[in-house]
């Protein structure tokens, strides 16, 4: 079921009111806000991106006429999802001191990253620098598999004396594009193996990450959202690690493929796209390696406890959606809702959103002078003007040859780039009509994008005479259909409608099709 006029011609936004974190706007503006909102009918526009600003905004609708497919007509209200409103950034790193990790040859490290700073949108990109390294390639699985960057620091596995040395934590947000290096190190002593082995009991397992065992009703609890993929971390010097779902059938985890979606790396568990089957309580287990019959039920050998929950919102969402060019917030409806959720007068929440601004003034018109549609003939030299700002992250063209489109190359014979991003082709030929497109992207994560179409005639002495016949069509004055009985079927998130047809045969076999 949707809400859109053209899906379900009854349905209609009776009346729209904005909220942020829960209080009516209208309030909010009262205590002398009022120059940072404008209210247009379900629109919501917001200036200045200021710190006060920030919370969480949604739209309530009250929606009348919907009809089921039973052809009942209801009320219902509809609360929108919330977008939590943030200023993007990184802030610097909290106060701390050096840290020294000691392990022996062979083992595994966990470098911390202390002091992490505050980073939204998160999580931050997290990877280290050795001191004195003849590269200055920042580490992480990224670049080579025996690092594993979490989200609270890094592991080197099977470390080497080569290892030693003094490291330190770079974190990066994506969406800004800033970076922030600690000013502290983390110093990695190694200890090589001794030659031999020692007489007596071999060692017992030994928990370094986390930092201490816990119980399953005090479990470490970790949020995802599904489609995301996480790391739940455990370190154990002298052990053999096992993973189980705690009180459930526990899934097949690969030790070997680093293609599987549940994948033990080290003694880590590693989950790709989540889903909210994985939900539920972990532990992963230190076991001696001597013991010929473990048990993991046993209390003699340490565990931790992870409590994964996967947040999976509902398909269903009155969404709030942004327009491009003067960043007004619209409140809008979004196919689709089990019959089940709307009978009656109800309150139905959606997804979550996140929305994130930066400190800079909104960057939306990157481009000064767009490109305008151009008519040329075989052999001229053709110029689509583009004119950006000064300041951006990058700038190219597109082609688009097929519907994927393709980049236009630019070092290639006939063409290249002038100006701040306009485009020349020397020379064109016919296989050079299309589509092109600039394309320039922020220092943030805006883009702009302006698209003209390049014509290319053949090159003739005489203008070809032509002449239009228009075809003779017998026209009846009962020539049309009426559909009517609409219906609406849902099954999760599919829709189907389904609707009757009424006319003369002429007219129903002259129908092309339905949108």
């Given at each position: 079921m949707a809400m859109r006029n053209d899906v379900i011609v009854q349905a209609k936004f009776?009346?729209?009111?904005?909220?942020?974190?829960?209080?009516?706007?209208?309030?909010?503006?009262?205590?002398?806000?009022?120059?940072?909102?404008?209210?247009?009918?379900?629109?919501?526009?917001?200036?200045?991106?200021?710190?006060?600003?920030?919370?969480?905004?949604?739209?309530?609708?009250?929606?009348?006429?919907?009809?089921?497919?039973?052809?009942q007509v209801v009320k219902t209200t509809l609360v929108s999802d919330p977008i939590k409103l943030r200023r993007a950034r990184i802030t610097k790193f909290d106060q701390t001191t050096n840290h020294y990790v000691h392990v022996k040859q062979g083992q595994v490290a966990r470098l911390p990253c202390a002091g992490l700073p505050d980073v939204v949108p998160g999580p931050a990109e997290i990877c280290f620098i050795k001191s004195g390294s003849d590269s200055d390639e920042c580490l992480s699985d990224k670049v080579d598999s025996n690092y594993l960057s979490t989200s609270t620091g890094m592991q080197i596995s099977v470390v080497q004396p080569h290892h030693a040395g003094e490291y330190y934590c770079v974190v990066r947000n994506e969406y800004t594009k800033q970076t922030r290096k600690s000013p502290r190190y983390v110093k990695l002593r190694v200890d090589p193996t001794e030659n031999g082995t020692s007489p007596g009991q071999p060692d017992p397992p030994q928990l370094v990450f986390p930092s201490k065992e816990n119980r399953p009703d005090s479990p470490i609890s970790v949020d995802v959202v599904a489609g995301q993929d996480i790391i739940l971390e455990c370190v154990f010097v002298d052990a053999k690690v096992v993973w189980i779902k705690y009180g459930d059938l526990t899934p097949q985890i690969s030790l070997t493929d680093d293609e599987a979606r549940l994948r033990q790396v080290w003694g880590n568990l590693r989950i790709r796209q989540v889903n909210q089957g994985d939900s539920g309580m972990y532990s992963c287990h230190g076991l001696s390696p001597f013991d010929e019959s473990p048990s993991l039920h046993e209390d003699g050998h340490p565990k931790v406890y992870y409590s994964l929950i996967v947040h999976s919102p509902t398909d269903v969402h009155l969404e709030m959606n942004q327009n491009v060019r003067d960043k007004s917030w619209q409140c809008i409806s979004r196919p689709a809702m089990d019959e089940a959720e709307i009978y009656g007068p109800g309150l139905e929440r959606g997804r979550s959103h996140n929305l994130y601004v930066v400190?800079?003034?909104?960057?939306?018109?990157?481009?000064?002078?767009?490109?305008?549609?151009?008519t040329a003939t075989i052999g001229d030299d053709v110029e689509l003007i583009c004119l950006v700002i000064q300041r951006v992250n990058s700038k190219y063209w597109l082609k688009e040859f097929s519907l994927d489109g393709s980049y236009v190359p630019f070092g290639a014979a006939r063409t290249q780039r002038v100006g701040s991003n306009s485009l020349k082709i020397h020379k064109v030929e016919k296989k050079d009509e299309g589509w092109y497109t600039c394309v320039v992207v922020g220092e943030g994560s805006e883009k702009s994008e302006q698209q003209a179409y390049l014509r290319v005639n053949y090159r003739t002495t005489t203008a070809p005479f032509t002449a239009t016949v228009e075809p003779y069509i017998v026209k009846n004055k009962d020539d049309h259909v009426t559909m009517e009985d609409v219906r609406g079927f849902v099954t999760g998130s599919h829709v189907r409608i389904q609707w009757s047809v009424i006319g003369k045969m002429e007219a129903l076999s002259s129908i092309a099709g339905f949108k």
């Open positions: 009776d009346n729209v009111k904005w909220m942020k974190d829960g209080e009516s706007i209208d309030d909010v503006m009262k205590r002398g806000n009022k120059e940072d909102f404008i209210i247009d009918g379900s629109t919501l526009t917001l200036f200045g991106g200021k710190q006060q600003l920030e919370g969480d905004y949604q739209c309530v609708a009250g929606v009348s006429g919907v009809r089921l497919s039973n052809r400190s800079s003034p909104s960057r939306d018109h990157l481009i000064k002078q767009g490109p305008v549609n151009v």
